[in-house]
T-cell receptor
């Protein structure tokens, strides 16, 4: 019930291409869906997040698509750059009005090649 | 800049020797979290403090303890580290009561090695 399933495990994309990472969840109480970017040896940093009342959110080259009925959401990175090479985690949490208890996906290691 | 700071960056301890990891924050957030992240895995929540209230996850081993003496500081104590406790330990903060309750700010982590 608490799991967030993420795919693919790893992804290689050419510079300028589109990177797509998918996540699926079961818990209908989840109300906030962030994506975190993590570089080696660093903590995760919030990249972009969405709530289920919208189907898409775009910030620069990063877009979240959200399908509430299918309980799926995805991250699209347009015009992928070598600097985007990192591990990406999707996550989800219910809005309890108190401390956030994020459930993370298993991560996707993205490599953007020249 | 306001941030979450973890010290030390790398920590080496011996099997069974108690170790303490520290975290400080200048964000004045009321919640502080400790996550464990093993190599190539997702971060796993160990526990969190909401102000002074300690909240343990059900599957967090008793070997892991935490202290929060004030708003700014939080410590992770591992009483008897085992080889399986070698991991990156991440501290994070959030602010309950603001427009983005759920947004977590992470520190850079402490990489713990157990010899």
């Amino acid at each position: 019930q608490q799991q967030v399933k993420q795919s693919p495990q790893s992804l290689i994309v050419q510079k300028g291409g589109i990177s797509i990472i998918n996540c699926a969840y079961e818990n209908t109480a989840f109300d906030y869906f962030p994506w975190y970017q993590q570089f080696p040896g660093k903590g995760p940093a919030l990249l972009i997040a969405i709530r289920p009342d919208v189907s898409e959110k775009k910030e620069g080259r990063f877009t979240i698509s959200f399908n509430k009925s299918a309980k799926q959401f995805s991250l699209h990175i347009m015009d992928s750059q070598p600097g985007d090479s990192a591990t990406y985690f999707c996550a989800a949490t219910p809005n309890t009005g108190t401390a956030s208890k994020l459930t993370f996906g298993t991560g996707t290691r993205l490599q953007v090649t020249l | 800049d306001a941030m979450v700071i973890q010290n030390p960056r790398y920590q080496v301890t011996q099997f069974g020797k108690p170790v303490t990891l520290s975290c400080s924050q200048t964000l004045n957030h009321n919640v502080m979290y400790w996550y464990q992240q093993k190599s190539s895995q997702a971060p796993k929540l160990l526990f969190h403090y909401y102000d002074k209230d300690f909240n343990n996850e059900a599957d967090t081993p008793d070997n892991f303890q935490s202290r929060r003496p004030n708003t700014s500081f939080c410590f992770l104590d591992i009483r008897s580290p085992g080889l399986g406790d070698a991991a990156m330990y991440l501290c994070a903060t959030s602010r309950v009561g603001g427009p983005t309750n759920e947004k977590l700010f992470f520190g850079s982590g402490t990489q713990l090695s157990v010899l």
